[in-house]
């Protein structure tokens, strides 16, 4: 379970106060997958982060009753200097998980070949990408969350296998995704919600969020 208990949380931009949660409150189950639906420049970023617990809220509580994973594409927990070898099995013991099994198994899923024994700083944008999701695929978590879907990746047979695994995932977990497109939510959400105005406005189907999100980028 994750839960949002009157959360505020805001940032000065230099002109003006910029509210991505005012007084926000909302729960998410296990089982019920979540898509949120959020325009560019909302906060989309934030909101996950502080899901992940990577950021504060201003005021309010965050409860978080289950094992909830780092968001899709995070690199704060990878070390530039050290490479995809090190930083899988420095991950595996902070989870307190098999170190060979995590490296066996983003070895085996990133398919990067002599890059995987090379340093993360030297790898292109697509390579990083594929690494971190990866491990976040290697561990164990009860909630997934993802901003904007997959990751950035040309490689068809890493798109494929990664799909699969997830797909996987989402019948025993339960993901919570943000986008600014509902086409992205409908691959992984079974219910859905709406972030306007700094209030996450809750339905039951994709659709009767879509008619919200539709009308206010839209209307």
Avoid at 74 to 87: I, L, Y
Avoid at 165 to 192: C, D, G, M, P, Y
């Amino acid at each position: 379970m994750l839960e949002f208990t009157n959360v505020s949380k805001s940032f000065w931009t230099g002109k003006q106060r910029k509210v991505i949660l005012d007084r926000a409150s909302f729960r998410v189950e296990l089982g019920n997958s979540l898509g949120i639906l959020a325009p560019n420049g909302t906060g989309k970023t934030t909101l996950i982060n502080m899901m992940a617990g990577l950021e504060k809220p201003d005021e309010g509580q965050i409860y978080r009753g289950s094992r909830i994973s780092f968001p899709l594409g995070f690199m704060g927990g990878v070390v530039n200097r050290h490479t995809a070898k090190e930083n899988s099995r420095y991950i595996a013991r902070l989870y307190s998980l098999d170190p060979d099994y995590v490296e066996a198994f983003c070895r085996w899923l990133c398919d990067i070949e002599e890059y995987f024994d090379m340093p993360i700083g030297t790898y292109s944008q697509g390579m990083r990408s594929r690494f971190t999701f990866a491990l976040l695929l290697a561990l164990d978590f009860d909630i997934y969350l993802i901003d904007e879907g997959m990751p950035n990746s040309t490689d068809a047979e890493f798109n494929r296998k990664a799909g699969e695994i997830l797909r996987e995932r989402l019948e025993n977990t339960t993901v919570i995704i943000v986008s600014h497109q509902a086409q992205t939510l409908e691959r992984f959400a079974k219910s859905a919600a709406v972030l306007k105005d700094g209030h996450i406005h809750m339905f039951e189907t994709l659709e009767e969020a879509k008619q919200l999100y539709d009308y206010e980028t839209q209307g």
